[in-house]
């Protein structure tokens, strides 16, 4: 069978150059070289003296992401004069959302599905590109009676697709179908309205959600707190009874892969407890093979970082980016860490503009950057984040070091060596 990870390592984008970076695709390439079985998450040194990066082992555009830009340029490209609408944001990224808008292109919805410009404003003449996150079976049912054909400029991540597959083969299975993801996220949407017409499903946001399901299921919570606490989560005509006796746990593709691993094992436990290890593969069903590679490989290299010791964290990415904020999480833990969507938000050596997301605020730190010698810093970016963006970062801080070594002069060296 040919593989979506075969697909993968054959297939060659071709979208902008400005997305591009002048050094950062070399190191990837030259780490991907020397360890081409992603077995060594260290961070890649690149030290000028006054100040050293630790680069993520695994960072930026994924193989979905690319796909779905040049789609999105392509479709362009091929259909100038036209009316050319996106569904909603083709990424989670201000960059390239912007581009595009830039270049005539129109969002039809904003990313929580709220309408921009009505469906009969809509004809048969115009083109509407599906986001990389996909879309719901309604929206799809929507455009074919405009006479609009949605599969044609598709850019559905493959990885997304994967899910969707997967919870059809669930459901035909009598499974019930468990998404982890975030209810309000295009992409569970999207999963959640293919995945309810072939079994029951739930969305569960979290490993706590997922222990009140658990508990319902033991019968050690009332069944009717389920209706209440998971409304406008769940199915229609979903049976508490009847529809948590066989479950299985799929992904939206940008969670935390170890929260989505601690959930399954969760329902697992929970399957056993009920009806006993010796009957588990009829009540649970094993679903590891629905975690996208390009989450695993960001937040596994982002561990790798956290083993280094540094002084702070600089992630890059959008601030509705599902995958990014997860990183996020995970390098707070550790270390102070400055969430931005570009080098515009580093306002001087001694101030930067960065969000929260715990309560989806921007605010402003001073003197981030100690005073010492020398300043290690972190340094990654979520799925969407073009490798141009985080080398536009990495020199804005170099150049609050006068006396730091030349970049182009360093990253040679790296290369050399």
């Not at 070289?33 to 082992?57: E, I, M, V, W």
Request: charged share 25%; proline share 3%; hydrophobic share 35%.
């Amino acid at each position: 069978m040919f593989s979506i990870k075969k697909l993968k390592k054959m297939k060659n984008f071709e979208i902008p150059q400005f997305y591009r970076s002048s050094f950062i695709t070399k190191i990837k390439n030259s780490r991907k070289q020397s360890d081409p079985r992603k077995k060594d998450f260290t961070p890649t040194l690149l030290d000028f003296g006054s100040l050293r990066f630790f680069l993520a082992r695994h960072f930026g555009f994924c193989y979905g992401v690319e796909n779905a830009i040049e789609i999105a340029y392509k479709t362009i490209e091929e259909n100038r004069g036209k009316r050319i609408f996106l569904l909603s944001e083709i990424i989670h990224n201000p960059g390239v959302n912007n581009d595009l808008l830039s270049l005539g292109v129109k969002f039809l919805m904003d990313t929580h599905g709220n309408q921009i410009f009505d469906w009969d404003t809509l004809s048969s003449d115009d083109i509407v590109i599906i986001p990389a996150f996909g879309t719901t079976l309604e929206i799809e049912r929507k455009l074919n009676e405009l006479g609009i054909n949605p599969y044609r400029y598709n850019t559905t991540c493959p990885f997304v697709e994967k899910v969707w597959n997967r919870s059809e083969s669930l459901g035909k299975q009598e499974y019930t179908i468990i998404i982890h993801g975030k209810h309000y996220h295009e992409e569970t949407r999207a999963t959640f309205s293919h995945s309810q017409v072939n079994g029951a499903s739930i969305i569960v946001r979290n490993l706590q959600e997922a222990k009140i399901l658990a508990d319902i299921i033991l019968g050690e919570k009332d069944e009717n707190i389920f209706y209440s606490f998971f409304e406008g989560k769940y199915s229609k005509n979903f049976d508490v009874k009847k529809d948590l006796v066989r479950v299985g746990v799929v992904n939206q593709t940008t969670m935390l892969a170890s929260e989505t691993q601690e959930i399954a094992d969760l329902f697992r436990d929970t399957m056993i407890k009920k009806f006993g290890v010796e009957n588990i593969k009829h009540h649970f069903a094993d679903t590891r093979d629905t975690l996208c590679y390009a989450t695993y490989d960001n937040q596994q290299a982002t561990y790798g970082l956290l083993e280094i010791k540094a002084d702070f964290a600089i992630v890059v990415g959008g601030y509705n980016s599902s995958n990014t904020s997860h990183i996020v999480e995970l390098c707070e833990e550790k270390l102070p860490t400055y969430f931005i969507s570009s080098e515009e938000k580093i306002l001087s050596k001694d101030k930067i503009s960065h969000f929260n997301i715990h309560n989806k605020t921007e605010l402003i730190s001073i003197n981030y950057i100690p005073d010492k010698f020398p300043v290690d810093i972190i340094l990654t970016s979520g799925a969407s984040c073009p490798d141009a963006v985080v080398e536009s970062v990495l020199r804005k801080l170099h150049s609050f070091f006068p006396d730091a070594k030349d970049v182009d002069e360093t990253i040679k060296s790296v290369l050399e060596l």
